[in-house]
Structure formats: C-alpha cells, structure tokens
C-alpha cells in the first residue's frame, strides 16, 4: 500500500456503502491505485486534506459521481479532467484555482458545482456566481459548463486558426521552396546551354581550322606544280643541249676545214685546186655565220656559261 494509502489507514475499513471519507487525512498525494481498486466508492471525500495537485491518473476514476476536495491547496487540475464524465457533483471551495482546464466542458453530468473562495480570473467567477445555497451552486454548475464550452470553442477556433496559419506558412514555404527550386533548375539548364554552345562554338572553329588545313594540304601539291620554272634554271639544259649541237657543228667545220688546209699543204700541186675550193667554203662560211650573227650568239653564250 502507498505511503498516502497508510496514512489514510485502510480504504475498505473506511467504505460506508458508496460512500469513502478520506477527508482530514493529512494527504498530500492520493492513493490512486488503491481508490481504482473500489470501483464501488462513487462519493469520495477528500476534503481538508494538504493537496496541491491531482495527478493525471486520478482522472482514470471514471466511476466517482460525488467528488468532494474543498479546503485543500490545488492550484490547479489536470488537463484530462473531463475524463471524469460520470461526475454530477463537484466541490472546490477554498482552494487556489486560478482557472479550470477546457476539458472541463466535457463533464456532461455535471449537476452541482462550488468554487466560492477561489482567486478566479474574471470571466469565470462571473459565471460562476456567489453558489451561496443548492440552488445557485446547481446555476453555477450550469453555467460554467457554458462558459467552458466556449472558451474550448475559442481554443479550438484558435487551434484551428493556427492550424491554417502553420498550413498556409507551410504552403508559402514550400512554393518558396519550389520556386527556388525552379529557378536553380533554370539557372542551371541556362548555364549547361551556354556550356553546350561555347562548346559547339569551339568544336566549329576546331573542325574548320581542321578543314582550311586539309585543304592547304590539298592545294599545295597543285600550286607548287603550277609554279613556272625560273628561265635559268628550266633553260640552261636547252641552252647547253643547243650550244653543244652547234659548238659540235663549227668543231666538225673547223676540224674539216684544218683537215683540208693541212691536207692542201702536203698536196700543194696536186690539190692546188681542191684547197682554193676549200678555202673559198671555209670563207663562204664565216661569212654566212657573220651575216646572221650566229657566230657572235654562240661566243656570248660560251662565255656565260
């Protein structure tokens, strides 16, 4: 048994019916799991006791009808209160409630209800009243009820209107996102077209570098055949080849010519006649090579080469 459940003594020596009086038990905590364990104790008094808090288990006594905690310390109730829907009667008085929770509202049961001498917050003792006999705590009941239910229709208004504002933040932020997102995707389809042209634009210029090379390559053999000759150098085989046929000529005169004189001495009276006759060509000749100049032609032309 829990500390709390020994100070109170035994809960079943306490049991009168429905009916379990813990009151003026010096308890400052409440022996939940021992109160859970006499489901037949509907009217449970805890009042005078030294209780500041009711913990969130308590409200797990779904079978209590009749609560009694006036003359205690609690500063507050749990937030899972309205759990406790089988509650007709409910008494608060002169303890340090501030404000009930919005469950509050849920207590559906709910007959009779004291808050007298509690620091209430405005709006809530004007509903509650002054609960100065049965029939105004039975009013009061009945209208903090009403005034929960709106208060947790305002809280659930605001929930639900921060609810929208955090969907529609989210929304914004996600089309922010995805607008980003779209101008990243531009910015980066922008910059590999630019990447794919620069490069289209470099392999252009490469294949028509590769190209005027290629055809440089082709027309220079053309060009260089096309290229005339320097008249010296084309010339000079023709000129020696007709230099040689000529020079042979007046070699072959000359020869024949000295041949004839020579021949002409030895037979001075015998050819007498032959050597004038000779003589008389030879002359003929040199004459004829002067008239058309070849004689000279052919000096100029020796002494070149």
């Known amino acids: 048994m829990s500390r709390a459940a020994g100070k109170a003594g035994n809960l079943r020596d306490k049991l009168d019916g429905n009916e379990l009086d813990l009151s003026l038990s010096d308890l400052s905590e409440i022996p939940v799991r021992d109160l859970a364990a ?17 913990p969130g288990d308590f409200c797990s006594l779904t079978h209590i009808v009749r609560l009694d905690l006036s003359k205690n310390q609690l ?38 209800l ?14 509650a009243g002054d609960c100065l006999d049965e029939k105004q705590c039975k009013e009061c009941a009945q209208m903090v009820l009403q005034y929960m239910k709106v208060v947790q229709a305002e809280q ?43 490069k289209r634009r470099d392999y252009d210029a490469l294949q028509a570098a590769q190209q005027e090379m290629k055809k440089k390559k082709d027309t220079e053999p053309s060009d260089n055949h096309k290229i005339p000759p320097k008249p010296a150098q084309k010339q000079k085989p023709r000129q020696r080849s007709r230099l040689g046929v000529v020079m042979r000529m007046i070699l072959l005169v000359v020869i024949l010519l ?43 032309l020796a002494s070149r080469q």
């Not at 004038?276 to 000096?299: G, M, Q």
Request: charged residues 30%; aromatic residues 4%.
């Open 156 to 198: 659930e208004q605001d929930l639900q209107r921060k609810l929208l504002e955090e969907q529609a933040l989210k929304q914004k932020r996600e089309a922010e996102q995805r607008q980003k997102e779209d101008r990243e995707r531009e910015q980066r389809r922008k910059q590999k077209a630019q990447q794919k042209a620069r």
């Open 75 to 112: 500063l507050q109730l749990p937030s899972e209160f309205g759990r406790l829907v089988n509650l007709q009667h409910l008494d608060l008085l002169q303890n340090r409630l501030k404000a009930l929770p919005v469950t509050f509202a849920q207590l559906k049961s709910l007959k009779w």
């Open 38 to 54: 006499l489901p037949k104790a509907t009217v449970l008094d805890l009042s005078c006791n030294k209780l500041t808090a009711l």
């Open 258 to 300: 000295l041949g004839g004189i020579v021949a002409c001495r030895y037979t001075q009276l015998q050819r007498q006649s032959m050597c004038t006759s000779v003589n008389a060509v030879y002359e003929e000749t040199v004459r004829t090579l002067r008239s058309c100049h070849v004689l000279e032609s052919i000096v100029q």
């Open 114 to 127: 004291d808050l007298k001498d509690n620091p209430l917050n405005l709006a809530l003792a004007k509903a």
